[in-house]
């Protein structure tokens, strides 16, 4: 069974612009939450998607946003970049909300 | 609100020690707690889970966290490490299922020779 996979792995952005990454679910997984690691940081959860809709939102000011597509792959875009979003972005999916998450291996966002 | 604390930032052990990485956590409801291991540039794996029953866990490869509800700790231990379990440990905490993970800053195991 394929794994969560992430693209791109690593991406260099200058502050002001917008990014979008992207997330593939494990096969018969209907549920993706999103996380943002900084340097040195456990990952601090940004959303969730069940079911294409948003379920659950921690706190991330509105310019980071998603969505996830029927056959359940998500996106993550974050506007107007800032020298913070520099980290590794994590998503991770479920058969279930209440169900193991499985990681992907990231992506590594740099902001210059 | 859920919280996770790590003590210790950085553990360095001699390859065939006993090893402890401390977390406690707080919060004001029954909780689901874990430990995932993250490898240089790869994700988060599952490495055990508390979620009911014994308080004592175990993985496939020698690590076991005790879920001590008095103390709000869950400290895991492996009685002799390898080299190939240096690695960043993270705690985590849920209070529903999987559904929303809070993590602990993590614990940087350094196995040496």
């Known amino acids: 069974e394929t794994g969560v996979t992430q693209s791109p792995t690593h991406l260099i952005k200058t502050r002001g612009q917008q990014v979008t990454l992207r997330c593939s679910s494990q096969?018969?997984?209907?549920?993706v939450s999103w996380y943002q690691q900084a340097l040195g940081q456990g990952p601090q959860f940004i959303f969730q998607?069940?079911?294409?809709?948003?379920?659950g939102r921690g706190n991330f000011p509105p310019r980071f946003s998603g969505l996830q597509f029927p056959n359940y792959s998500s996106e993550l875009n974050v506007n107007a970049l800032e020298l913070d979003d520099s980290a590794l972005y994590l998503c991770?999916?479920?058969?279930?909300?209440?169900?193991?998450?499985?990681f992907g291996d990231g992506t590594r966002l740099s902001i210059l | 609100a859920q919280s996770v604390t790590q003590l210790d930032s950085q553990v360095p052990v001699f390859e065939e020690a006993p090893v402890e990485l401390r977390c406690n956590y707080s919060?004001?409801?029954?909780?689901?707690l874990f430990w995932y291991v993250q490898y240089p540039n790869q994700g988060l794996q599952l490495l055990l889970k508390?979620?009911?029953?014994?308080?004592l866990v175990k993985s496939i490869n020698g690590f076991e966290a005790e879920f001590n509800k008095s103390q709000t700790s869950f400290h895991l231990r492996k009685p002799s490490v390898h080299i190939s379990d240096t690695a960043e440990y993270f705690c985590?905490?849920?209070?529903?299922?999987?559904?929303?993970?809070?993590f602990g800053k993590g614990t940087m195991l350094l196995v040496s020779p």
């Open positions: 998607y069940y079911r294409e809709e948003e379920n």
């Open positions: 919060s004001s409801v029954s909780v689901y």
């Open positions: 096969s018969g997984h209907n549920t």
């Open positions: 985590a905490v849920s209070d529903a299922g999987y559904s929303t993970l809070t």
């Open positions: 991770a999916s479920s058969a279930g909300q209440t169900q193991p998450q499985h």
């Open positions: 508390y979620l009911s029953g014994s308080t």
